[in-house]
């Protein structure tokens, strides 16, 4: 059982929207450490697409963005494309734990 | 180009050691924190282990702490995880990756990650 609550599965049609859900708690997100989020796509590495919430590194299309409320944060995707098809996780720290905790993932589609 | 090179996976019996090597290049490698994260098949990811650039800090994650040792050696450019009693649900791929951030390290990143070295652990 993750920490943090990601949705399995997002989908949609090329060109449009989709958003992934973070949910955590008063001991991590909530307790205002950064969130980040990681894009892995099949059979490769993660890679750093989004840092401390709302920051994209050298190299990322700003078609990615995050955002950061009291426990939860979201990534968005906008002009959905079929290369970001891919698992997403968001990663943050945890006080309780005393360490960096994931989110469970969660599978993009394009349809 | 930075890069990271993870090596040492492979096949051991439940109970064994393993020592898994990850070697950088490209940056300054005593000047950043390293860590260790894996997946296990079909599974999310899990941090496992994290040091200061200086190796005098380390943290670990709840599953591995008192097994596994993470240690570095800085002129050698290289990051190690010693892992002892390892058990079945060890089985994974091992990421290393170098952390980035400024403060607390409670607020790191993983910004560069190798392409992992598979760890099975079965009879």
């Known amino acids: 059982q993750s920490v943090l609550t990601q949705p399995p599965s997002v989908s949609g049609a090329p060109g449009q929207r989709v958003t992934i859900s973070c949910t955590g708690s008063?001991?991590?997100?909530?307790?205002?450490?950064?969130v980040h989020w990681y894009q892995q796509l099949p059979g490769t590495a993660p890679k750093l697409l989004i840092y401390a919430n709302d920051n994209r590194p050298s190299g990322v299309p700003d078609r990615f963005s995050g955002s950061k409320s009291g426990p939860s944060a979201s990534l968005a995707i906008t002009g959905l494309q079929a290369e970001d098809e891919a698992d997403y996780y968001c990663q943050s720290y945890d006080t309780s734990l005393s360490g960096y905790v994931f989110g469970s993932g969660t599978k993009v589609t394009v349809l | 180009e930075v890069q990271l090179l993870e090596s040492g996976g492979g096949l051991v019996q439940p109970g064994g050691s393993l020592r898994l090597s990850c070697a950088a290049s490209?940056?300054?490698?005593?000047?950043?924190?390293m860590t260790w994260v894996r997946q296990a098949p079909g599974k999310g990811l899990e941090w496992v282990s994290g040091i200061s650039g200086s190796g005098g800090s380390t943290w670990y994650g709840a599953s591995v702490k008192g097994r596994f040792s993470i240690s570095r050696d800085n002129s050698k450019n290289t990051l190690y995880l010693q892992m002892n009693s390892l058990r079945a649900e060890d089985t994974a791929v091992y990421y290393c990756?170098?952390?980035?951030?400024?403060?607390?390290?409670?607020?790191?990143?993983?910004?560069?990650w190798g392409q992992g070295t598979t760890v099975t652990v079965s009879s």
């Open positions: 490209g940056f300054t490698f005593s000047t950043y924190a």
């Open positions: 990756a170098k952390f980035r951030g400024s403060g607390s390290h409670h607020y790191y990143r993983m910004d560069v």
């Open positions: 008063s001991s991590n997100i909530g307790a205002g450490y950064d």
